[in-house]
């Protein structure tokens, strides 16, 4: 079975310095990888997405992420993080069914300092 | 464009009492729609997801039940709540017979049992 591991659980960064957060997957084929974030009492919004080609995805919010196949990661960076960036994000990997099932990381949360 | 609906946005309940989440689609058809339970500081655990009308899949055994009584129209149920449904709801929706599976959010609703 497939799974997600988000080894930071929280993060701090200040504000205009760079941001990586880790995801690791665990999965028997080619992955389709997702970066979701959450603010506090939302929903999921989808940040990229990565199913084929281009190893480097960008996304909404100046948002990068880069898909290693022999590390099994899919790590998303920011150049420069701003005070609105603080929020909850989570790595998903989709099964190929046509249930279109995600399994989620636990999630990492972003604190960003003054 | 596509929307998604939920409601209500937050609800208390005391233990013993029967629930029901509405989650609403507009803009699409035959949509894949998922229901996930967040509990605090915690990733997403899917509870049920379904394919079509009348087709619902529960991914772990538990005190809730699903229903799809229409296309675009996904119910979370319970008979007797317990202190452990607490938590956060969130209801998603993909696109159908697709590979790829990028998943759309609702606001949620924030459960309390007391």
């Known amino acids: 079975a497939q799974s997600v591991t988000q080894p930071d659980i929280h993060i701090t960064v200040s504000e205009g310095a760079s941001l990586e957060l880790r995801c690791n997957y665990s999965?028997?084929?080619?992955?389709?990888l997702f970066w979701y974030v959450q603010s506090p009492g939302q929903g999921l919004q989808l940040l990229l997405k990565y199913f084929s080609g281009d190893t480097l995805v960008q996304g909404i919010k100046g948002f990068e992420a880069e898909f290693k196949r022999s590390q099994s990661s899919f790590n998303l960076r920011k150049p420069s993080v701003h005070w609105s960036d603080a929020a909850e994000y989570f790595c998903?990997?989709?099964?190929?069914?046509?249930?279109?099932?995600?399994?989620f990381g636990d999630g990492t949360t972003l604190t960003v300092k003054p | 464009s596509q929307t998604i609906h939920q409601w209500p946005a937050t609800l208390v309940q005391p233990v013993g009492s029967p629930l029901s989440l509405e989650c609403t689609v507009e803009g699409t058809s035959n949509p894949n729609l998922y229901w996930y339970r967040q509990a605090a500081g915690r990733g997403l655990q899917l509870l049920f997801y379904s394919v079509g009308i009348g087709q619902i899949s529960s991914e772990v055994p538990q005190n809730l039940s699903a229903s799809r009584p229409q296309d675009r129209q996904f119910i979370l149920s319970s008979k007797k709540l317990l202190l452990s449904d607490s938590g956060f709801y969130l209801c998603?929706?993909?696109?159908?017979?697709?590979?790829?599976?990028?998943?759309?959010f609702g606001p949620g609703t924030r459960l309390t049992v007391l």
């Open positions: 998603a929706w993909s696109l159908p017979d697709r590979d790829y599976n990028e998943q759309f």
């Open positions: 999965y028997g084929a080619t992955p389709y």
């Open positions: 998903a990997v989709g099964v190929r069914t046509n249930a279109g099932k995600s399994t």
